[in-house]
């Protein structure tokens, strides 16, 4: 077969070759930093055979999808380390907190210093056996009888709860698994990881972009991890931790109490935010800061509610209207226009006007002709008291830049992200910036006209202003709102499933709208929206 490989050229192999075996001609004894291969728009495994004319791109670590087999696979070995020091527990994968993964033991069995040690050992141990990772299809019958001999409960929940023909189980030596997507072909292509302790749990680390490819930077996020554990801890009252136990709920037609139990969650935390802001007589302004999706429009709104309840008159004022001249606005390093840059807003303009008002004078706010690319005079006359907070909601909220010549006493800031909590089983998350991307696309397509593709087209752009001017910040918040809804994605399916499905494989987008559509299908959907209020942060996405 002829066959070319990106960045090194044409290459003739037999017929049945597979790619790990291609990786081994080209890359020598470095084959291991390639943990999968992209062809034709498409995301292989390393155990499948190559086919004549195959284009392929083999993914390492700093490849988004190369990342996501390392960070299965890691937590793979994870799970068969715990399964060794503690047979009678089960492993839960939580979240990411900062550049980890987050993992703890069943029956809140806390791991500590000495058992990390021997934890972190034992992996390195079975890293370095370099145990092949055979995957395998079964009926879905075939695979609840293979996950009741392994007493994985929340697997058979899971399967019993949805429609499913087949199911993939992995074989790692004695050990028996489910992952959602691809693991490397053996536990010795992730060599390089370590445990933080972390207890009760402990932070699974690996080179990655969050750390810069330096498992030494790292940065404790204590109130990141608080927003987490709090959303946990509810979740299991509501023995809602993972999508069997939804959809349980979603068959059982039991969904108008969860909705509304959700939802008045969501409204007593925001009612909580404002009477921490009333009862701080200095605050006078709150910064509302998060990153792309996350609710920041409608919490904004229902936070000025609650204030007016506490008996306060709050004026909001948005950032937008202060961006800079369009021929003033800084250049990214591609030489293109970047709005994202705080340097795109007149912070000088803008904290004189908020100055003014805190001092009693009356500002005539501007406004931005995104026609023109001008700034503009509104027209528009405010002034403000000690019962007319300001609210200021954008993602440059949290920088202390923004309001630079405020003092800190008169600030109140709000970081806001939909923090999932929900996971697909013990043993695999739900991503954060997947269950953001849904909303976005969602919300593209029945207010903006923009298809899933164009979203993915900017998506990356807007993840990178996010990790540049956004999550650098996040910890400076007064308080975090987790905007996720446990039910949401059952309701979010039915709107991008179809579109998703439209996108081809010649499209460069294919691979992750397939692997967005293996998301969704483990969610039953919910069609009666009877139920949701009319100001919940998911209306905000699905309209009414």
């Keep these: 077969m002829n066959l070319r490989v990106n960045g090194y050229g044409e290459i003739n192999v037999p017929e049945g070759t597979t790619l790990l075996d291609i990786a081994k001609q ?12 992209r062809i034709n728009n498409e995301i292989y495994p390393l155990y499948k055979e190559a086919n004549d004319g195959f284009d392929i791109q083999f993914l390492d670590n700093r490849d988004v999808d190369g990342y996501r087999i390392y960070t299965k696979t890691i937590s793979a070995v994870f799970i068969m380390a715990c399964k060794e020091i503690y047979p009678d527990k089960d492993t839960i994968i939580h979240h990411f907190l900062g550049p980890g993964l987050y993992a703890e033991l069943d029956d809140k069995h806390g791991i500590s210093f000495k058992e990390k040690e021997l934890l972190e050992e034992k992996m390195n141990e079975i890293i370095k056996k ?21 007493d994985y409960t929340d697997k058979i929940r ?43 749990g402990v932070i699974i680390l690996f080179p990655s972009r969050k750390n810069h490819y330096n498992m030494d930077n790292f940065k404790d996020q204590k109130k990141l991890a608080k927003i987490f554990k709090e959303s946990n801890n509810w979740l299991e009252i509501l023995d809602l931790s993972n999508i069997g136990s939804l959809n349980e709920r979603v068959n059982n037609g039991e969904l108008r109490e969860l909705i509304l139990i959700s939802e008045a969650l ?34 904004a709104k229902r936070l000025s509610v609650q204030l007016k309840v506490n008996g306060k008159r709050p004026i ?20 293109e226009p970047d709005f994202e840059s705080i340097d795109a807003i007149d912070i000088k303009l803008f904290n004189r006007d908020l100055v003014k008002l805190l001092e009693g004078e009356s500002v005539q ?94 998506w990356q752009g807007v993840r990178s202003g996010e990790e540049k001017y956004i999550f ?73």
């Design 130 to 150: 370099n145990i092949m990772i055979e995957r395998s299809d079964y009926t879905k019958e075939e695979a609840i009888e293979i996950f009741k001999e392994h």
């Design 316 to 335: 909001s004022i948005s950032m937008d209207d202060y961006f800079v001249n369009r021929e003033d606005t800084p250049i990214n390093k591609n030489g």
């Design 26 to 37: 080209v890359y020598k004894d470095e084959y291991l930093n390639y943990l999968g291969a």
């Design 365 to 458: 706010l501007p406004k931005f002709n995104f026609i023109t690319g001008q700034r503009e005079p509104s027209g528009k006359w405010i002034s403000v008291d000690k019962d007319h907070p300001i609210i200021i909601e954008g993602i440059h909220g949290l920088n202390p830049k923004l309001t630079i010549d405020i003092p800190e006493k008169n600030k109140f800031k709000v970081y806001i992200s939909a923090l999932t909590q929900l996971n697909i089983d013990n043993h695999n998350r739900i991503s954060t910036t997947d269950t953001r991307l849904i909303r976005r696309m969602v919300r593209d397509v029945k207010y903006r006209g923009n298809p899933p593709t164009r979203t993915f087209e900017m």
């Design 266 to 299: 969501h409204e007593k935390r925001i009612a909580q935010i404002a009477d921490m802001v009333c009862q701080d007589h200095d605050v006078n302004m709150i910064l509302i800061a998060g990153p792309s999706s996350s609710g920041k429009t409608t919490f």
């Design 472 to 544: 650098p910040y996040q910890e400076e918040a007064d308080v975090m709102f987790n905007s996720s809804l446990v039910y949401e994605m059952s309701v979010l399916k039915k709107y991008i499933m179809p579109l998703l499905q439209e996108i081809t494989p010649e499209s460069i987008y294919y691979s992750e709208a397939k692997k967005l559509l293996k998301f969704l299908k483990y969610f039953n959907p919910i069609e009666d929206e009877g139920c949701i209020p009319p100001n919940s942060i998911l209306r905000e996405f699905i309209g009414s």
């Design 158 to 200: 899971l399967l019993s709860s949805m429609e499913k023909d087949t199911v993939s189980i992995y074989k790692i030596g004695d050990h028996i698994d489910s992952f959602h997507g691809y693991l490397a072909p053996s536990t010795g292509f992730v060599n390089e990881f370590k445990l933080k302790y972390y207890y009760p």
